[in-house]
């Protein structure tokens, strides 16, 4: 059951990129996609993705959800990690440290949530792994070397995220407008760029 929930979450992840951005497949050439779901990585409690990379001249990514947090049922987690390998076929290079990997997290906590807008008509901004709606109440930094701001991607991620939060507050919630908005984002980005 909780595989069948995964592809479930992980098929209209797909849809969402193809039907929303036109985008087959993490890298617009229908890659190859392997999901798993019930791994013991870091005691079963991380969702993650690896590659994209190359096998037998295929691009191919992994995407893994632990069994602890059944994260393989949220939509808008399952959508996070897919951003992943989208943002690893937009940017070469991309390592994912540093200001560059705080940025990506932001805009994959984004997408997810975009994805699930899409999908369900609404988005709860405060309820997901990050306080996106309220960064300090988890100790997460609202702007760029303010309060709370730290070592670490996930941490000081939602510098961008609660920016766009903003956005999406202030008129700019139409979710084929802010998923667009949010995707040119990452053409101008290399593995180099930072905040500034």
């Known amino acids: ?26 890298d617009n050439n229908n890659g190859t996609i392997h ?6 990585y870091l005691q079963g409690e991380n969702a993650y993705n690896w590659g994209p990379f190359v096998v037998d001249d295929k691009n191919v990514t992994l995407l893994s959800f632990g069994y602890a947090n059944n994260y393989n049922r949220d939509l808008d987690i399952v959508g996070h990690e897919f951003t992943h390998a989208v943002q690893g076929s937009v940017i070469q290079g991309l390592e994912g440290s540093g200001e560059i990997g705080a940025l990506m997290e932001a805009y994959a906590d984004v997408a997810g949530e975009l994805i699930q807008l899409y999908y369900t008509g609404s988005i709860d901004w405060a309820n997901d792994v990050r306080n996106i709606a309220d960064p300090a109440s988890g100790s997460h930094p ?3 070397q303010g309060a ?3 070592d670490g991607i996930h941490k000081n991620s939602t510098v961008v995220s609660h920016a766009i939060y903003n956005i999406y507050q202030n008129g700019v919630n139409d979710v084929e407008e802010l998923s667009e908005l949010t995707f040119r984002a990452w053409q101008y980005l290399t593995p ?5």
């Open 35 to 40: 999901a798993y779901v019930g791994d013991a």
């Open 192 to 196: 180099a760029s930072t905040f500034v």
């Open 142 to 144: 609202v702007k760029y």
């Open 148 to 150: 709370h701001y730290g």
């Open 1 to 26: 059951p909780e595989a069948v929930t995964l592809y479930e979450n992980l098929s209209m992840t797909y849809d969402y990129y193809l039907n929303v951005l036109g985008i087959a497949s993490y």
